[in-house]
């Protein structure tokens, strides 16, 4: 009798430290389990995170690396628990793939907050041992719970960044009630400005962009933006003063948020959801006399990852995207053009194609 295997052989691309370039990784996933979901990876993003991690700029990766959270595919394999999921349906995965499921925070879906929350990649599963690797692979398995169907009417590429992207911007202006009756404010026009544009605008918000360049103004009026700010021009800013209700700051580059702060009306909210190495500098007399809310945002729950998937179905939305061949030298590329903002909006990597 031979054994049952204990493992499936994958590939992916893998960095070793964060000074080695991407290279050709085999490795091993775990058979799947009876509530496991097996998805044939078709595309992923690149998200500015991925880069932040594989260079170590936020002191915690773990090598080798297999980045990538925001992953689509098609369902190749399903256990035998599982309901929601059949062979053939379009699937994604974001930015983690379990978490503990009976603490405060997962049950009340907000799964990312969780104390032992298993990331995609750059962490462990439950066991505190087995590394997980991410997107830029061939296939993953993942628990049913973590994994969110795709609306057919969206296509798998451009849908891929909303795991991460999407979750991200959608959260805060969910929780935040944004309709048509907010002044939004989206701080940055890059992957998650661009997509926060969006949902912002289709959830009949007033938005407003500002931008570090003039040259953004108009592709922040064709993704729905009514007014555009270039924060650099003190008589824009001073003339906008007072105006928004909540700001969503998308921007992962170290910047001044005081001249920002005075965009909000008294008792607004400042929500950051980038993730400058730096940390941010407030003044207090800016609390004191505008009593703003200043907080962040970290993607969502699962119920919630669904429910902004089935929203951007709803509505038509998908990220801008430039879909790229996935190679070691054009996953370095993309980073390069990525930090310095040159993509519009999201790199996806075709990672079917990568390795048929």
């Known amino acids: 009798?031979?054994?049952?295997?204990?493992?499936?052989?994958?590939?992916?691309?893998?960095?070793?430290?964060?000074?080695?370039?991407?290279?050709?990784?085999?490795?091993?996933?775990?058979?799947?389990?009876?509530?496991?979901?097996?998805?044939?990876?078709?595309?992923?993003?690149?998200?500015?995170?991925?880069?932040?991690?594989?260079?170590?700029?936020?002191?915690?990766?773990?090598?080798?690396?297999?980045?990538?959270?925001?992953?689509?595919?098609?369902?190749?394999?399903?256990?035998?628990?599982?309901?929601?999921?059949?062979?053939?349906?379009?699937?994604?995965?974001?930015?983690?793939?379990?978490?503990?499921?009976?603490?405060?925070?997962?049950?009340?879906?907000?799964?990312?907050?969780?104390?032992?929350?298993?990331?995609?990649?750059?962490s462990t599963e439950l066991d505190k041992v087995t590394p997980t690797y991410g997107g830029y692979s061939n296939l993953i398995i993942?628990?049913?719970?973590?994994?969110?169907?795709?609306?057919?009417?969206?296509?798998?590429?451009?849908?891929?960044?909303?795991?991460?992207?999407?979750?991200?911007?959608?959260?805060?202006?969910?929780?935040?009630?944004?309709?048509?009756?907010?002044?939004?404010?989206?701080?940055?026009?890059?992957?998650?400005?661009?997509?926060?544009?969006?949902?912002?605008?289709?959830?009949g918000a007033h938005v407003t962009v500002i931008s570090t360049s003039e040259s953004k103004r108009d592709d922040a009026t064709k993704l729905g933006a009514k007014v555009f700010i270039v924060s650099k021009d003190d008589e824009q800013m001073k003339t906008a003063a007072n105006s928004l209700d909540l700001i969503i700051d998308t921007v992962s580059a170290p910047h001044d948020v005081a001249p920002l702060l005075n965009l909000l009306k008294f008792e607004g909210v400042y929500c950051v959801v980038g993730a400058p190495t730096k940390p941010l500098e407030v003044g207090a007399f800016t609390l004191l006399m505008k009593r703003p809310t200043i907080t962040g945002s970290g993607i969502g729950g699962m119920k919630e990852t669904q429910e902004m998937l089935d929203f951007c179905g709803k509505h038509n939305i998908t990220c801008d995207i430039e879909k790229i061949d996935a190679t070691p030298e054009t996953i370095k590329a993309a980073y390069d053009r990525t930090v310095k903002a040159d993509v519009k909006y999201r790199f996806v990597l075709d990672i079917l194609n990568a390795f048929k």
């Open 142 to 203: 993942v628990k049913e719970h973590f994994v969110c169907k795709i609306p057919k009417n969206l296509p798998l590429d451009a849908a891929a960044p909303l795991l991460c992207a999407g979750i991200t911007t959608y959260s805060p202006l969910r929780r935040y009630k944004v309709d048509k009756h907010t002044q939004l404010g989206i701080v940055g026009l890059g992957g998650l400005g661009h997509i926060g544009v969006k949902l912002g605008a289709a959830m």
């Open 1 to 122: 009798n031979t054994p049952s295997p204990i493992s499936i052989a994958a590939k992916g691309y893998a960095v070793d430290s964060a000074s080695t370039p991407f290279k050709l990784f085999n490795f091993e996933r775990r058979m799947p389990a009876a509530d496991d979901v097996v998805i044939r990876i078709h595309y992923c993003g690149v998200c500015h995170s991925d880069i932040h991690q594989v260079y170590n700029e936020w002191h915690s990766s773990k090598y080798p690396m297999v980045p990538g959270h925001e992953i689509t595919g098609v369902v190749e394999q399903i256990g035998s628990s599982v309901k929601g999921f059949r062979v053939g349906d379009h699937a994604g995965v974001g930015c983690m793939v379990d978490s503990c499921r009976k603490c405060a925070t997962c049950k009340k879906d907000i799964e990312q907050n969780c104390a032992d929350s298993c990331l995609t990649y750059n």
